[in-house]
């Protein structure tokens, strides 16, 4: 079965530093794109960027740019979304998604990582 | 970018209504336009691709039409399991963008 499994839900301070995963299993982790979305509480779905882990090269929404770092293990077939220093703003719903060429969608969704920043 | 307007932002209906839900984009874009469905808590699911190809597993009452600026998704006979927020998403460029979707309450 082609699932993404995502990590769980953090809890962190302003100025604090994270970092999220997302395991791919059942396709080849390589050989596609993967987006990370984000959801604020209430609100709609944002893309954030792409990471392809078979090279690591990355394109970032001009939103998030410089806001977010994407990286990727392939060996453990794992993808990250981290942050070096947190602002309460970032308090959302991350979802990690596999790119399918064939259709130009997102089609497999991980389950969805809730990130809270608060003092 | 490419700005996805969607409409309405929410709708109240009854089961066996039809709906319809639009996105226009600020350009062309081709039939570079997916559908997605959220429930509460859940992630999105995918129900529409490449503007009207209808994703393995949807039940064939969601439809989708349109190319260039103009999309439409319709449900031709809502259901209780319908209820839900609606999303388009622009795949033509990137960044991608989704719409602000469209929230389908029960009346």
């Known amino acids: 079965e082609v699932q993404l499994v995502q990590s769980g839900a953090e809890l962190r301070k302003p100025g604090e530093s994270l970092k999220i995963s997302c395991k791919g299993s059942?396709?080849?982790?390589?050989?596609?794109?993967l987006a990370w979305v984000r959801q604020m509480p209430g609100k709609g779905l944002e893309w954030m960027g792409i990471i392809y882990p078979g090279d690591s090269e990355t394109r970032y929404s001009p939103s998030f740019q410089g806001q977010v770092t994407f990286s990727a293990d392939k060996s453990i077939s794992t993808a990250y979304l981290q942050w070096s220093g947190l602002k309460a703003s970032d308090t959302a719903m991350y979802y990690c998604?596999?790119?399918?060429?064939?259709?130009?969608?997102?089609?497999?969704w991980g389950q969805g990582t809730m990130v809270t920043v608060s003092s | 970018d490419i700005q996805m307007t969607q409409s309405p932002s929410s709708l109240s209906a009854s089961v066996g209504d039809r709906v319809t839900i639009t996105c226009r984009a600020s350009?062309?874009?081709?039939?570079?336009l997916n559908w997605y469905q959220q429930k509460p808590g859940k992630a999105p699911k995918l129900l529409i691709f490449?503007?009207?190809s209808l994703q393995s597993g949807v039940p064939s009452r969601f439809s989708g039409s349109g190319s260039g600026t103009d999309f439409t998704l319709t449900i031709s006979s809502l259901q209780v399991e319908d209820f839900a927020t609606y999303y388009c998403l622009q795949s033509y460029s990137i960044p991608w963008t989704f719409g602000q979707g469209t929230k389908v309450e029960i009346k």
């Open positions: 490449g503007a009207s």
């Open positions: 350009q062309s874009m081709s039939r570079y």
């Open positions: 998604a596999r790119q399918d060429v064939a259709t130009d969608s997102l089609y497999i």
């Open positions: 059942g396709y080849s982790f390589t050989s596609f794109w």
